[in-house]
C-alpha cells in the first residue's frame, strides 16, 4: 500500500495516486504521479508557464528588458520578484548604468479590450520601439507570450524577427502562456528551446581557455552562484557562461564554446544541456552543490574532469575545517529534528541526505509542484523509509500532512510559511531563501542557522498564554543564583557586592 | 490657489505599472468574507501571483483556489474546470460564500459563468443535499483582465456580491454600510474605531481587517480548512440593504453602494477616503447625516490630537516641502489633500488609473495647493522616475513598489498602501481617520527628521 | 542560558548621566494629576530644565511653579519662599493639588517642608475662607537631589501623593491602581485599553496620558489658568485605598503600592514592566488575580497577533543579533526581555541606577539570554560609548540622548522611553502590552531592514 | 498710567510695576521694573545663574570640557541643548577629533549625601583629572558650581588652580550657582567677568593684522555667526576672536590684541567689551544685524571704522537686490499682522523694527526674562506707541496677554510655544530659532519664512470641527472651474479632454 488518500481528499479519489509513501521493498517505477493538470478548485501551490519561463529562466539575464505581451496584471507580476542579484558587469568590460537592472524593470504592453478584439501586434511592436529607446544599453529584448496574447494568436516570432533587425539586437520572444502545460514547468522548458534555438552559437567569445565551463540551471538566488564562481575560480575552472545567474544575454550566445556543462537545477535546464550535447558535443554531468559532502563530492568530479583535483582537494578540506565547529553546534542543536521539503522540484532530492548526514535531521515529507518521473525517482532514492512523498500537494492536504507526520520545521515558498506558522509550526523560505546564499559549504551553514533559528524561535514556546505558572520569581532566584557570574568581567569584587 | 495640469502617459508600454489588473480586486473584495473564498476561473498564474503577493504584504496565508484553465481549456472552454472547481471546493471546505472571478483566459474563451453556476449548484444539490447546499453562496464576478485595473475589480466584486446576496429589505437595522476600498487591516479597523466611538453598527462590505492580520493561536485556529478569524458574515451581507446608508471610502469603490440605493434606497455617499482633516470631517458628516449621531468628545478629542500634532510639526519642518505621491488613486488624492493641510507641495500625484473621480478629486486639491500639482493618470513608475529626475521633491509617498526608483533618486520614501513588503506591520498602522493622520504625520515627519536634520542635528535638539 | 556581568562605572565622574535628579521625578507625577501643580522649591533652573525637558519631549506645555530661592534664602531659609509660593500659586490657580518638591538647596539649607506648609495652610484659610482652603491639597515632597535619581523622585512622588490624600477605606471600589513609572502617554493608554477590554476600572497614580498629550481644540480648553485634559483626579487618588490591589509597572516605582498594602491592606504587586510577551502575561496574571477575571479572547488575540509578528519577524531578520540596551531601568530591563523572546542577544544594558530591582531582573533576563549579558549599572552614556566602541553591537535601543553616540558609532538607534525630542509622536505610540511590543518589534525590524538590507534589497522582495 | 496690573495678577500687585504700555509723552525714565526677584511661585519662564553661564556664556566654546561639580541634575540639563553649531578648525590648524564635541559631552561630578555632608572637593579634583585623561585633546577644563557646592562652599578656585599646574591647560572654575542673582543674567556676568579675569591677555594670537575684531557676543545660534562671518571676510575685517560662538578657548585668551570689539548680544556680553576696553583701550561698538536695515547700517559702520566702506557697499547692494523679491513676497503675506515678542532680553529691541519696516508687521507686546535697565530703554525706544512691554511675564500673564493683545504670532522660547498653540496662536522660537539662522540679510528671510509658514500653517483654519459646511462638492466644482488650466503641461489636449 505505498499510495494514501489523504482523508481531506476523500471527494477527490483522483489524488490518491499522487501521494506514495516510501517503501523500501517498493519496485523503483512506483512513484506518485506527477506533471498532470491539478484538480479544479484546489488551492494549489503551483503556478504558470509564464512564471516558469520569466520568474525562472530569463528573469535573470542581467542586460536584457522584458517587454511582457499581456493585460496589465501579467506585467505588475511579472517584475523581478525573484531574488536574482547580479553584478553590473558584462563580458566585454562594460557595466550596465542601472543597479540590479533586471530587478528594477519591467515592460509591458498593456493590452486593453481593443486590442483583445483587433489583435495586439501593432501595440507589441510599438513597444518593443520603446523599450529599444527607453534603455538602449541593453544587449537584447525578451518578449512574452500569455493567456491573453496565446489565446488570440498574435504571431509574435514575426514581430521579434521583424525588430531584431530593425533595431539591430537581439528581440526574442517567449512562447509559453500561462494555461500552456500543467505546470511552470512548461515555461523552463520554453525558456530552454527558445534560448538555444535562438541564441547559441550566434556569437563567439571574446577569449577561452581550456577550462570553460557552462554552469546551467543556475540562477544566483541570493548569491548561490557568487559562492560556487568563487570555488571555480580558485579550483582553475573558468565559468564561460551561466544559465542563467547574473549572465549576460552574450553569455547564452556563446554556450557551444564550452569545455563541459555542469547542470545545477536538472529539472529547469536539464533540456539545454541536451541541446547542447547533442548539437556541439559538449558533455554535460548533472552536479549538486547543496551540502558539504555533496558540495565536496561534486566539486571534485568537475575538478577531476579537468585533472585539477589537487587544487579541489586543497579547497574542500580548508572549508571543511571552517565550518566543522558551527556545523557540529548545529548538528548539536538539530539532531533527531524532523522536516518536511516542500520544494519547487529538486530541492526534494538535494536536501534530505545532507540535513541528515550533516545535521541528524530526519525527513517525513517531501512534496513538489512541478516535478516530473526522473526527478521523483531520484527523491525515492534519497529519503528514508516511511517518508511521505506527496506530488502537487494542495492547502487541505497541507494541513493533514503537518497534522500526521508531524515536522519539527517546513521548507517551502511563502505561500506556505505563514499558514504553517499559524498551526504553529516554523517555516523556512526554500524557494528564495530566508537569509542566503543556501549553496556551498558556507552556505549550507546559512541554512543550518536559518533552521536552527527558526526551530529554536523563542515564539513557540509562547503560543499560548498561561493562567498560572509556577512562581517565576522564586523559581528563577533559585535557579538563578548558580549562574550569575560571581564577580562581573569588568568590575572589582568588592564593588558588586555593594550593590547585589 | 493653484491649478492642475493633467498628463496622460506618452507611450504606449507600460513600464512597470502602478496597478495590475481586475482578478486581483475581486479576490480581495471576497477574502474580506467570513468563510469567503475566491475561485478563480484562469491559469493558475491568476491565483498564484495574487497569493504571492498577498502573503509579502500581509505576511499571512492567503487561500485563493483556482480552476487551473490549460490548452485544452482553451479549445474547447472553462465549463468543465469551474464546474468541478465549483463542486470540489464546496464540498472540501464547506465555505459560505464561493466569489467565482473570471480572467482574461476564461472571458476571452467566451465562458458563460452565470450559466455553468446554475450547474454547479445543481450538481451540488444532487451531491450534499440541497439544504446544504442552498448555505453556499456561488457569486460569479465578471473581472476581464484587458478592462480597467484592480481597483475596478474591487469595485465589481463589492457590486457583485452585494447584488448577488443583499436580501429583499425589511426593517431598518439601524446600521452603516461601509466599503472600505482596496486599504489596509489597520484602516478597517481605525473606521470601526470611530464608529465605535459614535455608537454606530457598520456592516463592511467587505472586511479583510481580522482575515489578513489574524492572530497565532493554534488552540483556536481553525483548521481543516483552515480558516482566518473574522471577515464580514454572509448574513451582514444579506442584511446590507437594511442599512441606513452605505459610505464607499475609496472613489473608485461606489458601485457597490449605488447599486444598494437604486435597488433598495439605501443613500450613497462615495468618497473622498477620510484622511487628513477636511476628508475625516466629511466622513463624520455622513455618519451623522445617515445615523443622526451627534459627533462625540471623544472622536472630536482624537481630531484635537491630530491638530495639536499639525500645528506643532507642520510649519515647523513641513511647510513648503514638495512631494510626489503615487498608487491608489484614491489614497494618492487623500494624502494629496493631507499634505496640502500641512502646508506642504503635493507636486507631482501619479496613478495608473485614469477614472474621472480621481482626476476631479485632484482638481479640488489642486485648488488648495500654493503651486501647480502634476497629476499623471494612465501613468507608470518608470513615467514618475523620469519627472522626478527633471524636477527632484524632497520626498515620495507611496508603495514599495517604488523602491528602488525613490533610491536611484536619493528621494527618500514614506511607504504607505499596498503594496509594501518592505517593511515590518505597516498592514496594521492605519492611514485614514484623525489616528490615521496623527501616523501619517509622524511617518512624514521623522522621515524628514531622520533625510534631512541627519547633518544639522542640533536643529532637533528642542 | 547565560550570565549576567554586573560592572559599574569605574570613573568618579559622570560623562553624559543617564538619569537626571529627583525633582524631575516628583513633577512628572504630579503632573498627572487633574489640576495638580508642582512647586518646586528651589531655584529657577530646578524648574525650567524640566518643564523645558518635558516640552521637548512631548511637544506639550508643562506648568510647573519654583519658589525662586536665591542668595537672601541661602542664608535665611526658604521659609518666606514656599509659604507666599503656595499662596499665589493657590489663589491665582485654584489647583486640586500642589505638590511641594525639595530639591538639593532646600534639603541642604534645612528648610522645614511640612512645617512651612502647615503655616501656609493657615494663611490660605485667612485669604480665601476654610471650605475653599480644605479643597486644595498641599502635599510635601522630599526628593533631595544628591540622593539616588529622578526615579526614586517620581517614586517618592507617588508615595507622598497615596500616604497624604488616600482616605481610610470604605467599600471596596472594585478598582485595580496602577503606578505607571515614568512611562510615556502612550503606554498609560495602552495599559487602559487592556483593563476596558477585561472591564476593569482602573485608578491611574498619576495619569500623565492626556495632561501631556492633550487635543487642540479651543473651544474647549480651559484657560485663566490653562489646565489640560484629563489627569487623575483627586478624589481617585483618596479612594486608591478602596482598591482590589495596586500594579506598580516599573520595578523603581513600588513605594505606593507597598504603603497601600501595609497601610490599607491593598495588596501590591510591582514590576516588571509588561514589554513583551511574559512580562505582559505576568501583568495579565496579576490582573486576574486581583480582580478574579478572566482574560477574555479580544485580550487574547491581541497577544496572538504579537506572536504572529514573532513568528513571522524574528527568526528571519532577528535571530542573533545584538543589542545594545540603555536608559529607564525598568524599560531597560522589559525590553533586554523582550529581545530574548526575540532570539536577540542583549550584549549590554546600561542604566544609570544601581538599584537592586533592576539587577535582580536583569539575572534573570540574562537567564534567558543565549549569551553573556553585560549589565552597567550607575552608568553612563561615555562608558557605553567606550564599551561599544570595543565590542559593537547591531543595534542600540535606547533615548534620544544617545543619538549622537549612535551616530559616531553608526548604530542604528531605536528610540524608546523619555526623552525622545529628535522625532515625532513617539509619546504617543505605546511600547508595552501585547500592542505596544509589536509597535516595539516593528520599530526594530524596520531600523534592522533599513541598515542591514539597504544593499541587499532584493532579500525583502519576499 | 503706563503701568498696568494685569487682571490675573490681582493677588500680586507687586507685578504691576513690570507692566509698562508705550506711551510717547512718558519721560524716558518710565520703563518697567526689571532685574529683581521673582514673585516665589509664578510660573516664570526664568532659569537660573548656572543655565546663564554654561548654557549661554561657556557652552559655545568648542575645544574645552565642562565639568559641572554638582549632583546629577545640573549636568543632565547642562548638556549641550543650545543650538550652538561648531566647526572643528582650531586656530593652530588642527581639528578637533568629534563632531559637534562641545554639543555631545558634559561632564559631572555626580555629589551624594556623604559629599554634601563631608564636601565635595576630593570628587571635584578627581574629576577634573578625569576630565583631562577622558578627552586628552581639550585645550582647556571649565568646571561650574552649582546650587549644591555654592552652599557647602567648596572652594573651586583652588582646586582650579591647583589642578591647571598639575595638568598644564586651564583649568577655569565659574561661581555662578544656580540661586545666585534674579535670572541666568547674573551667570552672564560672571562668565564675562571670569574669562576676562582668568583668560584675556594670556596668549598671543599666531598672527594678526590691521583688521582684527573681537566679535563679542555672537553665539553661533543655528550658524548665526557663520552668516556674519562670510560678510566681514567679503569686507576685508578679520574676527580675531569671538565671544563666543564657534571659538577655541585660545581665541579668547588673545581678545586683547584685536583692533575693534564688536558687542552683538549687548545683554549677555558688554561686560567683557567693557573690561577690555578699560584695561586694553580697545574700543567697541554695538551691532545689530537682525533685519536688512540694521545689517546693512551696522556693517557699514564697522566697515568705516577700517575704511572699507566700499567693499561693504558692494555687498549690501547685492545683497539686498538678492533678498528683495522674497521680501517682497513675505511683506506681501505678512502686512499688518500683529505679534509679540517674547524674548531673553535683547531681540525685544532687534526684532519690532526690522518687522515692521521689512514685512509691515505690528509689535503689540514685548517682554522678556532677564533684561536690565538699559535694555528697556531701547526697546520702550523701537516700539510702536500702546506696546505693552511686560519684565518675567509668568504663564497666567501669558494667557491674558494673548487674550488682550490678539498677536497673530509669539516669538518666544519653547515652554511657551506649545501653550501658545493650545490657545490656538502659532509661535516660533526665537531663542533657538525654528530654521535658522536668522541673522544678516539670508538669514532674515528664514525669520520670514518661519513666521509666514506659521501664520499659514493651514491648520489654524481647521481648528474645530464644523458640524456643517456649505455643499463641498457643488462649491469645489464651481469654484475649480477657472482654476484648472485648460491643457496640462505635458499633455495634447485631446487626450486630456478624452479623461475629464
Redesign the interface.
Known amino acids: 500500500m505505498p499510495y494514501e488518500l489523504f482523508e481531506?481528499d476523500k471527494?477527490?479519489p483522483e489524488r490518491k495516486n499522487h501521494t506514495y509513501v516510501k517503501d523500501l521493498a517498493d519496485p523503483t517505477g512506483e512513484i506518485p504521479k506527477c506533471n498532470t493538470?491539478?484538480?479544479?478548485?484546489?488551492?494549489?501551490?503551483?503556478?504558470?508557464?509564464?512564471?516558469g519561463v520569466k520568474g525562472v529562466i530569463t528573469g535573470a539575464v542581467k542586460d536584457v528588458v522584458h517587454?511582457v505581451h499581456?493585460?496589465?496584471?501579467?506585467?505588475?507580476?511579472g517584475?523581478?520578484?525573484?531574488?536574482?542579484?547580479t553584478s553590473p558587469d558584462l563580458p566585454n568590460g562594460d557595466k550596465i548604468p542601472?543597479?540590479?537592472f533586471n530587478?528594477?524593470?519591467?515592460?509591458?504592453?498593456?493590452?486593453?479590450?481593443s486590442?483583445?478584439v483587433f489583435g495586439g501586434m501593432k501595440?507589441l511592436r510599438?513597444?518593443i520601439l520603446?523599450?529599444a529607446k527607453?534603455f538602449p544599453f541593453v544587449t537584447a529584448i525578451y518578449t512574452y507570450a500569455?493567456?491573453?496574447t496565446?489565446?488570440?494568436g498574435d504571431d509574435m516570432d514575426a514581430v521579434a524577427k521583424e525588430l531584431s533587425e530593425e533595431i539591430g539586437k537581439d528581440v526574442i520572444a517567449f512562447n509559453a502562456?500561462?494555461?500552456?502545460?500543467?505546470?511552470q514547468s512548461k515555461g523552463h522548458h520554453v525558456g530552454n528551446f527558445t534560448l538555444f534555438n535562438k541564441l547559441v552559437g550566434t556569437k563567439e567569445p571574446p577569449e577561452t581557455t581550456p577550462y570553460d565551463i557552462n554552469l546551467i540551471g543556475e540562477y544566483n538566488i541570493?548569491g548561490d552562484l557568487w559562492v560556487l564562481q568563487k570555488y571555480f575560480e580558485e579550483i582553475g575552472i573558468n565559468i564561460l557562461s551561466t544559465f542563467t545567474g547574473d549572465c549576460s544575454h552574450d553569455e547564452i550566445c556563446w554556450m557551444h564554446r564550452a569545455k563541459l556543462s555542469l547542470v545545477r537545477c536538472q529539472r529547469s535546464a536539464t533540456y539545454i544541456a541536451d541541446l547542447i550535447e547533442e548539437k556541439y558535443n559538449i558533455p554535460y554531468i548533472k552536479v549538486d552543490f547543496f551540502g558539504p559532502k555533496y558540495c565536496a563530492e561534486n566539486l571534485m568530479a568537475v575538478a577531476k574532469h579537468f585533472g585539477l583535483e589537487e587544487n579541489a582537494q586543497k579547497l574542500i578540506d580548508r572549508e571543511m575545517a571552517k565550518i566543522q565547529p558551527k556545523l557540529d553546534f548545529y548538528r548539536e542543536k538539530l539532531e533527531g529534528k524532523t522536516l518536511w521539503v516542500f520544494s519547487g522540484g529538486p530541492k526534494n532530492w538535494h536536501l534530505p541526505e545532507p540535513l541528515k548526514e550533516h545535521l541528524g535531521m530526519e525527513t517525513v515529507a517531501v512534496s513538489t509542484m512541478f516535478e516530473h518521473e526522473d526527478g521523483y525517482e531520484k527523491i525515492k532514492e534519497r529519503v528514508g523509509e516511511g517518508t511521505v512523498i506527496v506530488d502537487d500537494p494542495n492547502?487541505?492536504e497541507l494541513?493533514?500532512i503537518i497534522?500526521v507526520y508531524k515536522p519539527d520545521i517546513i521548507l517551502s515558498g511563502?505561500?506556505e510559511?505563514?499558514?504553517a506558522?499559524?498551526?504553529?509550526v516554523?517555516c523556512v523560505?526554500i524557494h528564495?531563501y530566508?537569509?542566503?546564499p543556501y549553496m556551498g559549504f558556507e552556505g549550507f551553514l546559512n541554512l543550518a542557522?536559518?533552521i536552527y533559528?527558526?526551530i529554536?524561535?523563542?515564539?513557540?514556546n509562547?503560543?499560548?498564554?498561561?493562567?498560572?505558572?509556577e512562581d517565576?520569581e522564586e523559581t528563577?532566584?533559585e535557579?538563578?543564583k548558580g549562574?550569575?557570574?560571581e564577580t562581573?568581567?569588568?568590575?572589582p569584587k568588592a564593588?558588586?557586592e555593594?550593590?547585589? | 490657489m493653484s491649478c492642475a495640469n493633467v498628463m496622460k502617459r506618452d507611450r504606449t508600454a507600460v513600464i512597470n505599472p502602478l496597478v495590475t489588473c481586475q482578478p486581483m480586486g475581486a479576490m480581495y473584495a471576497v477574502a474580506g468574507i467570513r468563510r469567503g473564498l475566491p475561485l478563480v476561473h484562469g491559469s493558475q498564474g491568476c491565483s498564484t501571483f495574487v497569493r504571492y503577493s498577498f502573503s509579502r504584504h500581509f505576511r499571512e496565508p492567503s487561500e485563493i483556489a483556482v480552476t487551473s484553465l490549460h490548452e485544452d481549456a482553451a479549445v474547447f472552454g472553462g465549463r468543465k474546470n469551474l464546474i468541478s472547481g465549483i463542486g470540489n471546493l464546496a464540498v472540501r471546505f464547506k465555505p459560505s460564500v464561493i466569489g467565482a472571478i473570471s480572467t482574461c483566459s476564461s472571458e476571452i474563451i467566451g465562458d458563460d459563468m452565470e450559466g455553468f453556476i446554475k450547474i454547479a449548484k445543481e450538481e451540488l444539490k444532487q451531491k450534499i443535499g440541497e439544504e446544504k447546499a442552498e448555505k453556499i453562496k456561488i457569486v460569479p464576478i465578471s473581472t476581464p483582465s484587458f478592462v480597467e485595473t484592480h481597483f475596478k475589480g474591487y469595485d465589481n466584486g463589492i457590486n457583485a456580491l452585494v447584488n448577488n446576496l443583499a436580501q429583499d429589505p425589511e426593517d431598518s437595522n439601524e446600521k452603516v454600510n461601509i466599503i472600505p476600498g482596496i486599504v489596509n487591516p489597520g484602516d478597517i479597523r481605525e473606521i470601526k474605531h470611530i464608529m465605535g466611538l459614535m455608537g454606530i453598527d457598520g456592516i463592511i462590505l467587505t472586511d479583510i481587517s481580522d482575515p489578513f492580520d489574524s492572530p497565532l493561536r493554534p488552540s483556536t485556529t481553525e483548521t481543516r480548512p483552515f480558516y482566518p478569524k473574522g471577515g464580514t458574515t454572509l448574513e451582514e451581507i444579506e442584511d446590507s440593504s437594511n442599512s441606513l446608508g452605505t459610505i464607499a471610502l475609496c472613489g473608485y469603490a461606489g458601485s457597490g453602494a449605488l447599486s444598494l440605493e437604486k435597488k433598495y434606497e439605501v443613500p450613497a455617499a462615495v468618497g473622498p477616503i477620510p484622511i487628513g482633516v477636511k476628508n475625516t470631517d466629511n466622513f463624520l458628516r455622513n455618519l451623522k447625516k445617515f445615523t443622526d449621531t451627534e459627533i462625540p468628545d471623544s472622536v472630536l478629542d482624537e481630531r484635537g490630537l491630530l491638530i495639536d500634532s499639525m500645528a506643532d510639526l507642520a510649519s515647523r519642518y513641513l511647510f513648503g516641502r514638495k512631494v510626489a505621491i503615487f498608487g491608489d488613486p484614491a489614497i494618492s488624492a487623500g494624502i494629496a489633500r493631507f499634505v496640502c493641510e500641512l502646508g506642504m507641495i503635493p507636486s507631482v500625484v501619479c496613478t495608473g488609473v485614469e477614472n474621472p473621480e480621481f482626476v476631479s478629486e485632484m482638481k479640488k486639491v489642486a485648488k488648495e495647493s500654493d503651486e501647480p500639482v502634476d497629476v499623471m493618470i494612465g501613468s507608470d513608475l518608470r513615467a514618475l522616475e523620469v519627472k522626478l529626475e527633471e524636477e527632484p521633491v524632497e520626498m515620495m509617498i507611496g508603495h514599495s513598489d517604488g523602491r528602488l526608483f525613490a533610491k536611484h533618486l536619493d528621494i527618500p520614501l514614506v511607504r504607505v498602501g499596498y503594496p509594501v513588503y518592505d517593511r515590518a506591520g505597516y498592514h496594521r498602522v492605519p492611514i485614514v481617520g484623525y489616528n490615521g493622520s496623527v501616523n501619517l504625520i509622524d511617518r512624514i515627519t521623522n522621515t524628514v527628521f531622520d533625510k534631512y536634520y541627519a547633518d544639522e542635528h542640533w536643529k532637533l535638539q528642542q
Not at chain 1, 456 to 460: D, H, K, Q, R, S
Request: charged letters at 25%; aromatic letters at 8%; hydrophobic letters at 30%.
Open positions: 481531506v471527494e477527490i493538470k491539478t484538480v479544479p478548485g484546489c488551492m494549489t501551490e503551483r503556478g504558470c508557464a509564464f512564471a517587454v499581456s493585460p496589465v496584471g501579467c506585467t505588475t507580476y517584475c523581478g520578484s525573484k531574488r536574482y542579484p542601472v543597479d540590479q530587478l528594477k524593470y519591467i515592460m509591458g504592453t498593456d493590452l486593453k479590450e486590442d483583445v501595440k510599438q513597444s520603446e523599450a527607453e500569455t493567456c491573453t496565446g489565446l488570440i502562456p500561462g494555461f500552456s502545460g500543467p505546470t541570493d492547502s487541505l494541513e493533514e497534522d511563502i505561500k510559511k505563514y499558514i506558522h499559524k498551526l504553529g516554523p523560505l528564495s530566508e537569509n542566503g542557522q536559518d533559528a527558526s529554536y524561535n523563542p515564539v513557540w509562547m503560543l499560548e498564554f498561561e493562567e498560572t505558572i517565576e528563577s532566584k535557579e538563578v549562574k550569575i557570574s562581573g568581567t569588568n568590575v564593588k558588586e555593594e550593590v547585589l
